[in-house]
């Protein structure tokens, strides 16, 4: 069974930084996409970045120029680093694994199979 853990969530103000870390065990983890999703009370989950193997980044309009995915293949552990964070960035935030594919760019439509149990993230103006 596939374990991702997030951790480094937090309380910030306004134009403040968090990394945030998705740790990964029993999965081949260098060779799939994964990606960071985000879900404010109600609404919908929205993908916030993903990469691919290839190292390939995405990411959401809302969230270009200030938050950057990465992956350390070496530790099995995604991050996710946010800077000039806004209220609107408040949300739980959700790392994400796939291994139907080796993507060179993970597709809009990916499905991911595999979650974690999320981290809050809490930005206050």
């Known amino acids: 069974q596939v374990q991702l853990v997030e951790s480094g969530g937090g309380s910030v103000q306004s134009g403040g930084s968090l990394r945030l870390s998705c740790a990964a065990s029993?999965?081949?983890?260098?060779?799939?996409?994964m990606g960071w999703f985000r879900q404010a009370p109600g609404e919908e989950r929205e993908r916030v970045a993903v990469?691919?193997?290839?190292?390939?980044?995405r990411y959401a309009d809302s969230v270009k120029g200030r938050f950057t995915i990465s992956r350390d293949n070496a530790k099995n552990t995604l991050y996710l680093a946010m800077n000039s964070l806004k209220p609107e960035d408040t949300a739980m935030y959700y790392c994400?694994?796939?291994?139907?594919?080796?993507?060179?760019?993970?597709?809009?439509?990916?499905?991911?199979?595999?979650w974690g149990q999320g981290t809050q993230v809490t930005v206050s103006s």
């Open positions: 994400a694994a796939d291994d139907s594919n080796s993507y060179y760019s993970c597709p809009d439509r990916l499905v991911f199979p595999y």
């Open positions: 990469i691919s193997s290839y190292g390939i980044t």
């Open positions: 029993r999965y081949s983890y260098n060779r799939y996409c």
